[in-house]
């Protein structure tokens, strides 16, 4: 066996300047963190381009975040695994990159367990990663197995890394021309390593004693969700069902497509089921409610893929973030130094629904150590525009903004927030009472010539069973909105680029209005020093 470290010189000359120019990015002038449209209380690269998430795990207090990285431009190109540190899954500390391209192989995306029973021989609490070398010279040539599962590992705690071998651990067994983003888990009952990987239009599931050594098991989704595009980052896990009762708990299957989201463009689907080590089976009524064509999406929003997540907290939770931006324009909005930004970290419960169960997401407690100043609002008609936030707040800037508000959206129209610019400009978000959607409407809020399918049509998502007043937490981030509506049952992310920055903030409701119950309005503090 021949281990070596994960730095070699590439043979593409721009790809060799990445690894020559990564380092130097990692400690970057402060000023990089002020350009325009960069996010101040999200995770963003210092430099370069950056889109989904890998490889997150928790290590002894510190939670690792590992991303697609191509250091050296601000498009996609030589992957690389980035990495960054945090202990609250909020503040975030850029360490020296992880893996780097194998000549013109890329390190895609992948995971990292840590293996406290030395399984691999690395060492008790070596971190050891399971991740995808894409061949480049492979695709190109045509062949199908330009896509294999390799192993890494880490003994200093995610400081530096060492490949395990050159030979794939688990090879392309040329069925699926997609074999990629392998997830790790450890199945308890059976003292054996998982792994979830992608493979074209399902995932498939093996099993390994040592992480080394591996034997497939079987596959899902053939036959469920949509296919509107390869799947891509699978996760599984277990988790408690919030309000079942008596210890209940169902397995989660995440997986994301760069295609056929319901508002067009990347997305998450999931399904809930039961695993038994080897086998994923769908529970019997989510199996009635997910024909083929049609999966339950985590987002209703535009600019959410490629989630996974960490465990969180004492029973059971999971932390999930994500990629803040979607495949179809991905590579062409507005940048300066850096392209990509990471959601906020959200913890994912499942709750029993009319619907049947369905996944809630809920912005990390953690979040709330980042307010700076506080105001509540009185209760009020809302006719127009006749809430102006910044004056009521005493002054808290909609750029780094956080709401949480109670509505009565009346019968019919439309409610919600505005944000707006000197220039005209605007971008709304809210509640169509008419319709009873949730809605997003970006297309006046700047120059969307970038990309004929920015701006497109008003997103919308139809309001999850239940009714009653509107309980609204909104996330305001220079670029970005994030909204959690009715304690979780939906989530929308958008991102929205104004030729100037939105200064200002109203409450709005048209036709015949709509009513303030209670609202508080948070200054939030920027993650960066």
Known sequence: MRRRLLITASALAPWLAACQTARKLIAPPLSNYREPHRPQFHFTPSAGWMDKPCGLVFHQGVYHLFYQYHPAATLWGAIHWGHATSRDL?????????????????????????????????????????????????????????QTQHLAYSVDGGRSWLAFDDEPVMPNPGAAKDFRDPKLLRHAPSRRWVAVVAAGDHVEFWVSRDLKRWEWKSDFGRRFGSHASAWESPDLFALPVENGGGGEQRWVLLQSMTAGSPNSGSGMQYFIGEFDGEQFVLDERFEREVPYGRGVWLDQGRDHFGGLTWPFGSEGQRALIAWMSNWDYARQVPASSWRGAMTLPVTLSLRQTPLGLRLHTRPLPALETLRQQSASLAAAPIRGASIDLVTASGGIDPRAMELELVLEPGTMGRCGVELSNSRGERYRIGFDATQQLYYSDRTEAGDHRFSARFAGTVHTALRPPGGG??????????????????????????????????????????????????????RLARIWP
């Open 90 to 146: 909020v503040r975030w500390g850029p360490q020296p990159i992880a893996l780097e391209p194998e000549e013109e192989r890329f390190a895609f995306s992948g995971s990292t367990v840590v293996d406290t029973d030395n399984t691999a021989g690395f060492g008790a609490q070596a971190l050891v990663a399971l991740y995808t070398r894409h061949d480049m010279a492979a695709e190109i040539d045509d062949r199908r197995d330009f």
């Open 469 to 522: 007043p509107l309980r609204l937490r909104l996330f305001f981030d220079a670029s970005s909105a994030e909204l959690f509506a009715d304690d979780g049952a939906l989530q929308m992310t958008e991102v929205f680029f104004p030729s100037e920055d939105f200064t200002h903030a109203t409450l709005f409701a048209e036709g015949p209005g709509a009513k303030l119950i209670s609202g508080r309005v948070h």
